[in-house]
């Protein structure tokens, strides 16, 4: 099985940005499509970004396109979320997680998660 670890989260202004990153070890993440999430307190887990085995598939929540890029780099085994244009309603802990599947966006149909980092985005 894989581990992940997220990083890269913080405090930053609205309109601001930050990157993300998710470290796997144990397995090579080049054998899962992986995703982004967030949950905000009191909130649901709800899909941010995913992306395909080799990256040349990705898709996005609506409210997300245009301003957030997922992307991965296989030979580092690490997975990166790019958020710009970041809002106050953004602020949530941001997961990594992967599965075996394509194209998957609810939680369910993901095996394994990192521990999440924090976002914090003030207005």
């Known amino acids: 099985q894989v581990q992940l670890v997220e990083s890269g989260g913080g405090l930053v202004q609205a309109g601001g940005s930050l990157r993300l990153s998710c470290a796997g070890s144990?397995?090579?993440?080049?054998?899962?499509?992986m995703g982004w999430f967030r949950q905000a307190p009191g909130k649901e887990r709800e899909f941010v970004a995913g992306?395909?085995?080799?990256?040349?598939?990705?898709y996005y929540a609506d409210s997300v396109k245009g301003r957030f890029t997922i992307s991965r780099d296989n030979a580092k085994n690490t997975m990166y979320l790019q958020m710009n244009s970041l809002k106050p309603e953004e602020t949530a802990v941001y997961y990594c997680?992967?599965?075996?599947?394509?194209?998957?966006?609810?939680?369910?149909?993901?095996?394994?998660w990192g521990q999440g980092t924090q976002v914090t985005v003030s207005s």
């Open positions: 992306i395909d085995w080799s990256g040349s598939i990705t």
């Open positions: 144990g397995r090579t993440i080049s054998r899962y499509c």
């Open positions: 997680a992967a599965t075996t599947l394509l194209r998957r966006r609810s939680p369910n149909e993901y095996d394994y």
